[in-house]
Nanobody, 128 residues
Framework: VQLQASGGGLAQAGGSLRLSCVASGFRFKDYAIGWFRQAPGKEREGVSAIRNSDGYHYNVDSVNGRFTISRDNAKNTVYLHMNSLKPEDAGVYYC??????????????????????WGQGTQVTVSS
């Protein structure tokens, strides 16, 4: 099982980056994919997640309207389009996979304990 995150780098505040997460070794279309980030000295937090077949997705409030998650099941890839970046968006971004399910509360889609596969992370730096 592998989740390969890429696309991180240095962006100016107000700029954009696109992260990619390529999955292999498991039945991708049966899994929801989430993006998480960890800033230095802070706990890892959920950012955005997308379910498998219906494309249902959830963003945390801090990125709503700026970040867009999408997936291409034919390519086993999930993307995170990040626009209007802020310095507080900086950190290591991880993608992870969990068995896809319907959740009663949308925020539960980002419960980290439910994610069974994790990638290695990609660094995002935002200059002010």
């Amino acid at each position: 099982v592998q989740l390969q995150a890429s696309g991180g780098g240095l962006a100016q505040a107000g700029g954009s980056l696109r992260l990619s997460c390529v999955a292999s070794g498991f039945r991708f279309k049966d899994y929801a994919i989430g993006w998480f980030r960890q800033a230095p000295g802070k706990e890892r937090e959920g950012v955005s997640a997308i379910r498998n077949s219906d494309g249902y997705h959830y963003n945390v409030d801090s990125v709503n309207g700026r970040f867009t998650i999408s997936r291409d099941n034919a390519k086993n890839t999930v993307y995170l389009h990040m626009n209007s970046l802020k310095p507080e968006d900086a950190g290591v971004y991880y993608c992870a996979a969990r068995p896809s399910t319907i959740v009663a509360v949308p925020a539960w889609l980002l419960h980290q304990v439910d994610y069974v596969y994790w990638g290695q992370g990609t660094q995002v730096t935002v200059s002010s």
